[in-house]
């Protein structure tokens, strides 16, 4: 069964930093796409970051340059730093990974940038 377990949001001010931090069991390995959607209150989730199957990186072109995504292999662990957060951020970050049983994703941790 494979699980995902999100840790790291909470309120910040615009132009801090969060790190989020998404640990895998279950089956999940280096080569299993991995990455970080959001959904704000109202709109589509959306693709933040993701590591694709083949180790390559994913990103919205909304957070280019101030979002980087990570992982420890070894801890099975996918990381998105964030910086330069601005309150268009705001939203329910979700872990999501990809197995051959399917695509999981993870409780959602919120993420909130005052302005």
């Known amino acids: 069964q494979v699980q995902l377990v999100e840790s790291g949001g909470g309120l910040v001010q615009a132009g801090g930093s969060l790190r989020l931090s998404c640990t895998a069991s279950?089956?999940?390995?280096?080569?299993?796409?991995m990455g970080w959607y959001r959904q704000a209150p109202g709109k589509q989730r959306e693709l933040v970051a993701a590591f694709t199957s083949g180790g390559s990186t994913n990103y919205a072109d909304s957070v280019k340059g101030r979002f980087t995504i990570s992982r420890d292999n070894a801890k099975n662990t996918v990381y998105l730093q964030m910086n330069s957060l601005k309150p268009e951020d705001t939203a329910v970050y979700y872990c999501?990974?990809?197995?051959?049983?399917?695509?999981?994703w993870g409780q959602g941790t919120q993420v909130t940038v005052s302005s």
């Open positions: 999501n990974a990809v197995h051959w049983t399917g695509r999981y």
């Open positions: 279950g089956g999940i390995f280096s080569g299993n796409a």
